[in-house]
Nanobody, 128 residues
Framework: QVHVVESGGDSVQAGESLTLSCAVSRYPGNRHRMAWFRQVPGKEREGVAGIASGDDKTYADSVRGRFTISYDNAKNTLYLQMNNLKLEDTGMYYC??????????????????????WGQGTQVTVSS
């Protein structure tokens, strides 16, 4: 079983920066896709940023140019660097991961159904 645990959520002012971390307990495969999602009450979970083996990345239009996703293979840790935070970035942020046994090249994806492992979330609140 793989466990993913998010951390780093906080309450910040608009315009500030924040970095989220996601510790992945083990890496059971040869390829991966990982992503950050966020959700606010009453709305569907939204894909924010995704990354795949080979370091290909994808971003939601709403965060492109402000957020950066990265994965440290040595530490089995996923990061989300968030700059110039806006009020609409408020939400519970979730880390998600999926692993593959083969050596295919996978494109990063923000489709939630593609992921097998999810964390419990970390809250980000942006105020004016």
């Amino acid at each position: 079983q793989v466990h993913v645990v998010e951390s780093g959520g906080d309450s910040v002012q608009a315009g500030e920066s924040l970095t989220l971390s996601c510790a992945v307990s083990r890496y059971p495969g040869n390829r991966h896709r990982m992503a950050w999602f966020r959700q606010v009450p009453g709305k569907e979970r939204e894909g924010v940023a995704g990354i795949a083996s080979g370091d290909d990345k994808t971003y939601a239009d709403s965060v492109r140019g402000r957020f950066t996703i990265s994965y440290d293979n040595a530490k089995n840790t996923l990061y989300l660097q968030m700059n110039n935070l806006k009020l609409e970035d408020t939400g519970m942020y979730y880390c998600a991961a999926v692993f593959y046994d083969n050596y295919r090249i996978y494109a990063p994806t923000l489709r939630a159904s593609s992921y097998d492992y999810w964390g419990q979330g970390t809250q980000v609140t942006v105020s004016s």
